[in-house]
């Protein structure tokens, strides 16, 4: 089946860490995102990819960095520089490149400061 | 700056009631609006409204968009349990077709 896998489903921090959350999909698709959801919130876009090897930065991109060195993949780090990194991250794809209306979600990552 | 306003932000029904879920938005160079569900952790794709396409409908769900009122409504019919959710509303436009989301809103549906 095709999909997007998001892992780990829970991620715990201790302050002064980089911590990394892995998505991957299988759809094929160029566009990848990265959003965060906080509760009672929309989604806010962190970092988006239309293509390997170039991505862009969303409207909360501070405190996170991103890599996209194969379609597949589109890992988030979140920094030390995230002061409220306390969240529920989305990675999402879309295609074909340019149109990303519709996006595919995964399960999420809900990641806590310990 | 893009913007999406839905209301309310929460509505709790009994099952069998018809709710209508409301999306309002300034958006530069719209191009689409989109409905989405998501119930536990993913949102899953509802409907996608656009210019050319201003109605769609899949069974109890509708939506219907009003370009000159700039706003969506989605409609759900007899109501159940499982369409508890929180149902996110977002709009593409701008230069490169971002995605702004409202906030939600979270439907809760009591049997």
């Known amino acids: 089946d095709g999909g997007i896998t998001q892992s780990p489903k829970y991620l715990f921090r201790k302050e002064g860490q980089n911590v990394t959350l892995s998505c991957e999909q299988n759809l094929n698709h160029d566009a990848m995102y990265w959003y965060r959801q906080d509760p009672g919130q929309g989604l806010r876009l962190i970092y988006y990819?239309?293509?390997?090897?170039?991505?862009q930065k969303g409207d909360i991109a501070e405190g996170y960095s991103v890599s996209r060195e194969k379609k597949e993949s589109f890992p988030l780090t979140v920094t030390s520089a995230q002061k409220n990194p306390t969240a529920f991250y989305l990675c999402?794809?879309?295609?074909?490149?340019?149109?990303?209306?519709?996006?595919?979600f995964g399960s999420g990552t809900q990641l806590s400061v310990l | 700056e893009d913007k999406v306003v839905q209301s309310p932000l929460s509505l709790v029904v009994h099952e069998g009631d018809t709710v209508t879920l409301n999306c309002s938005y300034e958006v530069t160079n719209f191009r689409s609006l989109l409905w989405y569900k998501q119930e536990k952790k993913a949102p899953t794709f509802l409907f996608m409204l656009?210019?050319?396409?201003i109605e769609k409908k899949s069974g109890r769900l509708s939506s219907i968009l009003d370009k000159k009122e700039l706003s969506s409504i989605l409609n759900i019919t007899a109501t159940q349990t499982g369409d508890s959710a929180i149902y996110l509303c977002?709009?593409?436009?701008?230069?490169?077709?971002?995605?702004?989301f409202g906030k939600g809103t979270l439907l809760t549906v009591n049997p």
């Open positions: 977002a709009v593409s436009g701008g230069s490169n077709y971002k995605l702004t």
């Open positions: 656009t210019s050319s396409g």
């Open positions: 990819s239309q293509i390997v090897n170039d991505f």
């Open positions: 999402a794809s879309s295609s074909p490149r340019g149109l990303n209306e519709k996006l595919f």
